[in-house]
Structure formats: structure tokens, C-alpha cells
């Protein structure tokens, strides 16, 4: 069974940073591009960050650049997002994304471009 988990979510103040994760069961993530999503309540469905399966290339959306770090662990089959300085804004449900091709540029931040999806994990920054 083909399953994306987001993890790592919760509570922060501005400023702060957290980590999330995407683990993957019953496929083999290395061989996917991976996304981050967001949305916010009342708010369509934002790409925050995507990498390559083929060579890990990395993009990243205007709002979150400098701030946020996607990465993937092969061996864990998991793909993270780093994020730092958080604001207010920050704040939404966050979903990892996979597909097997990988698409270049802000052509991967596309909701439309990605088979398979998590449940989300709740993200807010607030003081």
C-alpha cells in the first residue's frame, strides 16, 4: 500500500524553526520528486519547496526562500522540510507530494503534477 506520513508539526513562536518529515511505505521515495504544500484556511493550495529525483535539484517559492530547506534521506526513505525564522504566516496544513517525474522549475509546485499525498501536518506559528 503506496503511503505518504507527514510528521513534525505543532506549535511555535515567531522566529522559531521546526522540522517536518515524509516518510514513505510501500514505494521507494528516492526514485520520486517530492513536494511540500500548504494551505492556509480560506486559502488555496500553495508549493513550498520540491526536489528532484534524478539529481536532487532543489526550488523553492518566493514567500520561504533563505528560510526553508527540503532534503531527502534515501536511506530512511523519508524527505524533509527545514524551516527556520518562521512567521505568522507560516502557518497552515502542510503536505508532502510524490510523483515519478520530476518536473523543472516553479513547474513542480503545481498541486496537479503530484500522484500521492499525505494527511497533512498542522504547522502555526504564533506568540
Known amino acids: 500500500q503506496v503511503q505518504l506520513v507527514e510528521s513534525g508539526g505543532g506549535l511555535v513562536q515567531p522566529g522559531g524553526s521546526l522540522r517536518l518529515s515524509c516518510a514513505a511505505s510501500?514505494?521507494?521515495?528516492?526514485?520520486?520528486?517530492v513536494a511540500w504544500f500548504r494551505q492556509a484556511p480560506g486559502k488555496e493550495r500553495e508549493g513550498v519547496s520540491c526536489?528532484?529525483?534524478?539529481?536532487?535539484?532543489?526550488y523553492y517559492s518566493d514567500s520561504v526562500k533563505g528560510r526553508f530547506t527540503i532534503s531527502r534521506d534515501n536511506a530512511k526513505n523519508t524527505v524533509y522540510l527545514q524551516m527556520n525564522s518562521l512567521k505568522p504566516e507560516d502557518t497552515a496544513v502542510y503536505y508532502c507530494a510524490a510523483d515519478p517525474r520530476s518536473r523543472i522549475g516553479r513547474l513542480c509546485l503545481r498541486p496537479s503534477e503530484y500522484r500521492f499525498w499525505g494527511q497533512g501536518t498542522q504547522v502555526t506559528v504564533s506568540s
Open positions: 526536489i528532484s529525483s534524478s539529481d536532487g535539484s532543489t
Open positions: 510501500g514505494f521507494t521515495l528516492g526514485y520520486y520528486a
